[in-house]
């Protein structure tokens, strides 16, 4: 059974939080809050939970869409290939916030993503989950938590979020209702910026 976790963005709880980051240290999956929908994250180091969240979702690990969860735009250079002035700009005017970028991937990639050209890179305004990737270490790969009603698309509520995914995860964050718009997906691999779906986030940006 997944243990749960009550936290509020106004002012996480330190020993909370240290226990989400042991639990993802230790291989564990998690269901965290963004500033768009619930996601369910590890972390990037460990294949064995990356492997295990590729297998709830029925993609292959290698072929996963993943975003990568930053807690700010300090880590970047570390799995991103040099980005222009300009992008530079976009990132730094609209992070964090409800965004996904897709860049061209480095060498450092995890072994398992070793084969992927692009990485969708995420960092989302929400405390929770900065102080829990700040205190990690490096980034969470992370999905969006679907609802099996296309109508709804997202669940929002923690408690039927604890519910459903009770034998899947090991820890649920409850932090309140979420959203059930996701975020906007902006590829920026060639040069000019190309919106992807439109979510959260506002495309004026551009």
């Known amino acids: 059974m997944a243990q749960r976790i ?6 996480p709880n330190q020993r909370h ?10 291989g564990g999956l998690v269901i965290y809050p963004t500033d768009t929908v619930y996601g369910l994250g590890c972390d990037i180091t460990n294949t064995r939970a990356l492997e295990k969240i590729a297998k ?14 930053c807690s700010d735009l300090s880590n970047l250079s570390d799995y991103v290939k040099q980005i222009d002035n300009a992008t530079f700009k976009l990132l730094k005017r609209t992070l964090p916030g409800p965004y996904t970028y897709i860049l061209p991937g480095n060498n450092n990639l995890p072994t398992v993503f070793k084969k992927k050209k692009t ?12 102080l829990i990737v ?28 604890a519910e459903k995914w009770d034998h ?8 309140g209702y979420g959203g059930n718009v996701a975020s906007t997906i902006i590829d920026l691999t060639s040069g000019a910026p190309v919106v992807i779906r439109e979510g959260k986030g506002t495309i004026d940006i551009l």
């Open 6 to 11: 009550r936290l509020y963005t106004e002012n």
């Open 17 to 26: 939080i240290d226990q989400v980051v042991n639990c993802l240290r230790n």
């Open 56 to 69: 709830i979702k029925g993609v292959k690990l290698q072929k996963a869409n993943f975003s990568f969860i």
């Open 119 to 130: 990485v969708g890179i995420r960092v989302p305004d929400n405390s929770i989950c900065q």
């Open 134 to 161: 700040e205190q990690l270490g490096n980034p969470i790969v992370s999905t969006s938590i679907h609802d099996e009603d296309e109508v709804i698309e997202y669940t929002t509520d923690p408690e039927l979020i």
């Open 168 to 175: 899947l995860v090991d820890m649920v964050i409850d932090a």
